[in-house]
Structure formats: C-alpha cells, structure tokens
C-alpha cells in the first residue's frame, strides 16, 4: 500500500530502477469490495471462489451464479480464470437498511460488510434479493497457447488490453481506467478521484496503479505475498473526534499487557468503533493521551483504530493521567505486574492466568497455527 505522494514516488523510482526505464502506468479504481476468482472452462463458469487465507479460499459458486453482471457463459468459448471485485451499491444498501429500521432490526454497518455476508448465505436467493454487482479486472490465466491466443484475437500485451479483452469476453469491467506515462499523471489521478469518490454508488477506497506493459510485470514478477508492478494508493484515512473514556489493560498471549482506550462509540470508516489500541506507555506519554480526553481517531490501513491525536484546546482539567499500575487482577496469582528489562512493555509477573491461558488457547487453534475450524475465541 501507499498512503501518500512519497509513497508513490517511492514506488515509481523502484519501478524505474529494477526495469533500468520509465514504464507506462495504469491506474484503476480501488473498489472497497470483496474479492473474488472465476474459473471458466470452455467459457461457462465453474466455480467462484472467495480470497480466503491466500492460500484456500470458500466456494461460493451457487451464490455468484445469481449477480446478473457475472456472465454464466462468455462470449468466446476460452478456459480462463479471471479476479474481480462484488460489491453493493450505496443505493440498494441504504433501501436495506431502511427495510431493516422499520423492522426493528439492527441496521447494517457499510456496504462491503453485507456484500460479503451475501456471498456467503446458505440461501442462493437471499444472496439475488441483495442485487451484488461485480467489476473484473484482472485475467489470472488462459487455457490456450500463444498461436490459439493470437488467431482467435486472445492477446493481450497490456493491462489496458487485458480489461479490453475482459470486456470483450462479457465481464463487468469499471469504465474509469486511464493510462499514463509517469507517475505525476498518476498522482492527479488520484487526487481528482478523492475528490470525486463519493458521487459513485460504489465504495472506493483508492486507486490500484500497475505497470502496464506485461512484459515488463513479467519481470518485475511478485513477492512473497504481491505483485512488485502493482501497488494499491489509498485514499486519506476518514478521521473523527471522541473522547476517551476510560484506559484499560489487555493480556496477551505472553503475558505483555497493552494498554487500550476504551472510546465514547464513533462511527469511522463504516463501522462503530469503541477501543483503540494505545500499545505502551512511551506511546502514551508521547502523544500525552489522558482518560477524558477528546482525541481524533481514524482507521490505520483502514482496519485497525488508532488515536492520531489529543485536541488538548479541548481539555476542561478534569482530565487524568494513566499510570501503570504495579498490580492487575486478571493477571492471577497476586496479580503483580513487572516491567520487562530493557523493553517499554509490562508483563504478568505470573504465567498461569486464566486471561492467558485463554488467549494462549485462542492462538493455538487460530488459522496461522492449527487452523481449527469451527473453534474460536467464543466456543
């Protein structure tokens, strides 16, 4: 990801460096949506599958099958596996809600959430009563040979062709895609669009820019987990004000005690937030966080509250400093806490917890380890 103009540049001047030229680049639009792969054989679909892991994803074919916008049969009989984005629109999922309301249901919290939990119903029809949409954008295979490619018009040297081809096979593709030939274009591009984003009735949370020649994405190829000619150009994280409420302690698996805010509930970024972590003491201290503060909050990468800021203008002198305490009763025994040598952190100076315990539990069956389906942290 790149959260910022340097970001990018650093980017591009890695790009340059590694290709030993200036590339084209293409920009596309970065749909807050949910992911997902198609398989097509002799140009009817198979199978659709969620991201999942990396790795394994879920099989969520029956409920593709029912978004009008994802071809059941192409219009070239190609064996081709493509990735693409499902996504509701802000139309449909404010109507959602409003049906929910008047039922007393608890309302939604953001577009992609429902989309994801539609994909994945028991009940196909559930999943065509939400009206999902797709936009493909990316050709991850192609059954044929290069000569089979060519003669029937398959060829594809650019990502600008690719979502031609794409759209020439029947896909959804987004229409607001441009190509430029250095990265300050880009970069207009994406300040434009965080201007523009919300007249869309589709969530976007940025733009992905790519290499647009595939001989030289060829080249680059990927790292461990992404592609080195692509990278994703978030848009600003959406930042609010609350205040905090009270700061806790949190144990962790091996005993390290992190402070947490517990928050006057805010909604950010698409859904309620209550807690952000405040990691240790010297990120307290730093950033001067006191219990009744009125802080600025956002989603760091989108996903995980952080607290940016403290508006001390704000500050009536009822506030409170945190202090660590020296005892913490989930810490068991006599519930002492001691600082780790030459760490910032704090630890349970006992190692049998319940807390613990059960935290150490929760790792162990968790998808990185053991990977034990059906047993979470609830069960």
């Known amino acids: 990801d790149a959260f910022d103009e340097d970001d ?22 970065k749909i807050d949506g949910l992911k997902v792969v198609l398989t097509y054989e002799n140009g009817i679909l198979k199978t659709a599958a969620t991201r999942g892991d990396g790795r394994v994803g879920e099989d969520v074919t029956n409920n593709v099958r029912t978004i009008e916008s994802v071809p059941l049969k192409l219009n070239e009989p190609v064996s081709i596996i493509v990735e693409g984005e499902i996504w509701m629109s802000k ?28 994909i994945r119903q028991l009940d196909p029809a559930i999943t065509r009563s939400r009206k999902l949409v797709s936009f493909i954008y990316d050709v991850a295979s192609i059954g044929l040979v290069s000569d089979q490619k060519e003669s029937q018009g398959l060829t594809t040297n650019t990502q600008e062709q690719e979502l031609a081809l794409l759209n020439k096979l029947g896909f959804n593709v987004n229409p607001h895609f441009k190509k430029f030939n250095d990265i300050e274009g880009v970069i207009g591009y994406w300040k434009s669009w965080e201007k523009k984003k919300d007249k869309e009735d589709y969530l976007i949370d940025g733009i992905v820019v790519k290499v647009d020649n595939k001989k030289f994405q060829d080249a680059l190829g990927y790292t461990g987990k992404s592609p080195r000619f692509g990278i994703a150009f978030k848009f600003k994280a959406e930042q609010v004000t609350t205040v905090v409420e009270d700061i806790t302690l949190q144990i962790g698996r091996t005993g390290v005690l992190t402070p947490v805010a517990i928050l006057r509930p805010v909604l950010v970024a698409g859904s309620t937030v209550s807690r952000a972590t405040l990691h240790n003491e010297d990120e307290i201290s730093r950033k001067d966080i006191r219990v009744g503060d009125t802080v600025v909050i956002q989603k760091a990468g989108d996903v995980i509250p952080e607290v940016v800021r403290v508006l001390e ?5 009822k506030e409170k400093i945190f202090r660590f305490p020296t005892h913490f009763p989930l810490c068991g025994g006599d519930g002492r806490i001691e600082r780790v040598p030459g760490q910032v952190a704090y630890r349970c100076a006992s190692k049998s917890s319940y807390e613990q315990q059960r935290r150490k539990l929760g790792y162990f069956v968790s998808r990185p380890v053991f990977d034990m389906d059906g047993l979470g942290p609830k069960i």
């Open 8 to 29: 990018i540049r650093v980017f591009d001047e890695r790009i340059k460096r590694l290709l030993k030229t200036s590339p084209e680049y293409i920009a596309e639009l």
């Open 91 to 118: 139309t449909v999922f404010d109507k959602l809600n409003e049906e929910r309301k008047k039922q007393g249901e608890e309302l939604f919290a953001n577009p992609r959430n429902v989309a994801a939990g539609s």
């Open 313 to 317: 203008e704000m500050r009536t002198g």
